[in-house]
């Protein structure tokens, strides 16, 4: 079995009663999920509070196969923080099937900082993810009735519909298809094909949407396509979205777990960073932020996609700021930075280590952009050394920024405590609001080189045809103003996946654009970008199991 899901379920859970009462959370407010698991009202947000909470956001290097652990070292600094006396939520995002089946494995963290029930998160969870994927589909069928119906055709030119179905699972088979095949009867044939269910618009739209008047809002400014006479079509016209947001009546609410210490968490929403804004939805963290002192977030893979997304899309529409960034770094994934290859990361290297420092320093420079303090956590392995973590100390101090060990997956929050404290130290320090990395009234490529030159330091920014002919469409319609959401592989800081550590003197080529008027953004899409994984040659799925008494075994 695998040692994490051994660890989770060899701990007793307390009854989400407990975990509430904690809070101040009647049993009233709770929509009870089994014993472990329970939605809470969005009404309980209090936006007093919510200025007095102090938000720490947990971000990351560029991610490898060596592993980061973002979600670890968050769930174990929320232990570590109520550890030493201060009362702390932690907000993840929930997983997707696809990872979990597939090669990442689940999202509840490691070790002994995991959020818990460990099974029950990382599959079907409360069903948020299926209310997405069914919202996201009724708009599909509803766009392809109305392109048949001869009473009410509102003109959709089928050749411009971009909306795609959904589905919470990677198969590389339905990511480009032709529908309408059959005949007649089966509707008009046009191309189409499937996304993976966490790069849904309607995952963004819920994870920014402030209620449920807000959300069938946003969901009715979905933009499909346009109509032969070139006029853009919505949602709203197709009255999609009262429907839609009936099917996320639930799913709207935000999700109360624990930690295996018995301390609060709030798992609500799950957006890919590399393809959407990468956070849990702004109602589960203003809900942390209206219920304890400290909450403690964390944003998808690397600074450079998650942590430009949080600060330029999430808390820029939640008119949130952090009070503290903490970059997570292992030495594991800065010797890959440096040119080791996976098999050989156990083995000590302090050349590589030194020299995939590059790719921490970049992210340092990058999140010192925002004007929020910064603490690095070296999220600790069993095979690192004493040299070795010394040498990331020794660099950080060379480069005056705070630095704290991070042992969580081996001590839960008694780990995690040096962190927490500079975590505390930092937030108490810190003076000021966020600054964004552009202008929301500049131009749609002024934003776009913002992020590319000043995040991801490429030198160049190139447009093909087809993203220069949409980037025309978003100022037709007048939409020039809204964010940007860069669609990029988080195994990068370029656009190209195979360059590792701090790549220079490159470009980068926006060869696509999405409109996405609903979640209020606009997405570049760089590089091979796909946005329906497959999966890999031996995918996690074939080592889960389960026996006649529903023990899950395999699930990492």
């Not at 929403?269 to 849990?280: E, M």
Request: with cysteine; charged share 20%.
């Amino acid at each position: 079995m695998n040692p994490d899901l051994k660890i989770a379920q060899s701990k007793a859970l307390k009854n989400i009663d407990i975990i509430a009462d904690s809070l101040g959370i009647s049993k009233e407010n709770l929509e009870y999920y089994g014993h472990y698991k329970a939605k809470i009202p969005f009404q309980l947000i209090d936006e007093e509070k919510v200025s007095q909470s102090k938000l720490i956001l947990v971000t990351a290097i560029t991610p490898t196969p060596a592993g980061e652990g973002k979600s670890t070292t968050t769930v174990g600094l929320c232990d570590g923080l109520n550890r030493i006396g201060k009362k702390t939520i932690s907000a993840l995002r929930e997983p997707s099937l696809g990872p979990v089946f597939g090669m990442k494995g689940g999202a509840t963290g490691g070790g002994y900082s995991q959020v818990v029930p460990m099974e029950d998160i990382n599959l079907h969870f409360t069903g948020d993810f299926s209310a997405v994927e069914k919202a996201n589909n009724l708009l599909s069928a509803l766009i392809g009735n109305n392109i048949q119906s001869k009473t009410r055709n509102l003109g959709i030119d089928p050749r411009t519909v971009t909306w795609k179905w959904v589905m919470d699972m990677n198969d590389r088979t339905l990511r480009n298809i032709i529908s309408g095949l059959g005949g007649k009867s089966g509707g008009f044939p046009r191309e189409s094909g499937f996304d993976i269910t966490a790069a849904s618009e309607v995952m963004a739209i819920l994870c920014l949407s402030k209620n449920l008047t807000d959300l069938k809002s946003k969901l009715a400014n979905i933009y499909i396509g346009d109509s032969f006479n070139g006029e853009a079509i919505y949602a709203r016209d197709l009255n999609a979205q009262g429907a839609m947001a009936s099917l996320l009546k639930e799913a709207i609410k935000p999700n109360l777990v624990q930690t295996l210490e018995g301390n609060a968490a709030i798992i609500h929403g799950g957006p890919f960073a590399n393809i959407a804004q990468g956070t849990n939805s702004l109602i589960a963290t203003k809900m942390g932020m209206s219920l304890a002192d400290y909450v403690i977030t964390e944003a998808g893979f690397g600074a450079d996609l998650g942590a430009e997304k949080f600060f330029n899309i999430k808390c820029f529409y939640g008119n949130v700021s952090p009070k503290a960034v903490v970059l997570v770094a292992t030495v594991r994934a800065l010797k890959y930075h440096g040119g080791v290859k996976k098999v050989e990361l156990n083995q000590s290297n302090a050349k590589a280590l030194i020299k995939g420092m590059a790719n921490l320093d970049k992210h340092v420079e990058n999140l010192r952009r925002f004007n929020i303090p910064l603490v690095v956590a070296i999220n600790k392995f069993i095979s690192d050394t004493v040299e070795e973590i010394q040498i990331i100390k020794d660099h950080c101090a060379a480069i005056d920024v705070e630095v704290a060990l991070s042992d969580g997956w081996a001590f839960g929050g008694k780990g995690v405590t040096e962190l927490a404290e500079k975590v505390v130290d930092a937030a108490n320090h810190c003076q000021s609001q966020y600054v964004p990395t552009y202008d929301a009234n500049s131009s749609i490529k002024n934003k776009i080189s913002a992020i590319a030159k000043d995040i991801y330091g490429a030198k160049a920014i190139s447009y093909t045809s087809k993203a220069e002919k949409i980037i025309k469409r978003a100022m037709d319609l007048n939409i020039s103003h809204l964010p940007i959401c860069m669609a990029k592989t988080q195994s990068s800081l370029s656009d190209d996946s195979s360059l590792f550590g701090r790549p220079d003197h490159f470009g980068l080529t926006v060869r696509d654009m999405e409109i996405a008027t609903g979640a209020g953004f606009l997405i570049p899409i760089t590089g091979n970008m796909l946005r329906m994984p497959g999966l890999p040659e031996i995918p996690a799925a074939e080592q889960i199991d389960i026996d006649e008494d529903g023990t899950i075994s395999g699930l990492s």
